[in-house]
């Protein structure tokens, strides 16, 4: 699968496959004060070990029927395949096998949704290249070929008339005189 399109499961679907309540995975997530101590999450021991966490889990938000914005996360395959490890029984069970088969679809599936932050990486990337280019007075038609390139370098695939050639282009006396005319 292409690494632009992460697949991912929000922490409601997981608790929804984990027959839990959502609190509860938040919970485990992001850990707890209890009696007076605090109980690190499985968040919080990952980062500590230097382990990338959003390799597992990305920090997102919600919305509920009363439009209010909640926090949620983002569970990746990985992220599924930890929680599932540190759950038992048949519920563990289920688990793995819902979220297993979640994942299989997503990855089949032609339209699964580029990666917000890759996608923000690259539309960055553009207007880079774009500022640049435009200082060095580039043609449009170049800029457009560059955007495309740094696009296809990251696996997106822009329709084939993205870039339009002109058939003719004006030449300024300088531009004569520099290729011996």
């Not at 609190?23 to 009696?35: M, N």
């Not at 599936?109 to 580039?138: C, F, H, W, Y």
Request: aromatic share 8%; with cysteine.
């Amino acid at each position: 699968m292409n690494d632009l399109r992460k697949a991912t499961l929000t922490t409601l679907e997981v608790a929804e496959m984990m027959e839990t309540e959502h609190w509860k995975v938040l919970r485990k997530l992001e850990g707890q004060e209890k009696e007076g101590k605090h109980i690190r999450g499985y968040i919080e021991v990952l980062g500590d070990n230097k382990i990338v966490v959003t390799d597992y889990f990305i920090k997102a938000t919600y919305r509920t029927e009363q439009n209010k914005e909640l926090p949620c996360y983002e569970v990746t395959r990985l992220g599924c395949d930890f929680l599932a490890n540190k759950s038992t029984g048949e519920k563990g069970v289920l688990f793995t096998a819902r979220y297993v088969k979640k994942f299989y679809e997503m990855e089949n599936s032609t339209t699964n949704p580029l990666n917000p932050q890759i996608a923000s990486g690259v539309a960055e990337l553009g207007r880079v290249t774009d500022r640049i280019m435009t200082k060095q007075k580039s043609e449009p038609y170049k800029i457009a070929e560059a955007f495309k390139m740094e696009c296809e370098q990251f696996g997106i695939k822009l329709p084939d008339d993205f870039v339009k050639v002109p058939e003719y282009t004006q030449m300024s006396l300088m531009d004569i005189m520099k290729n011996g005319g």
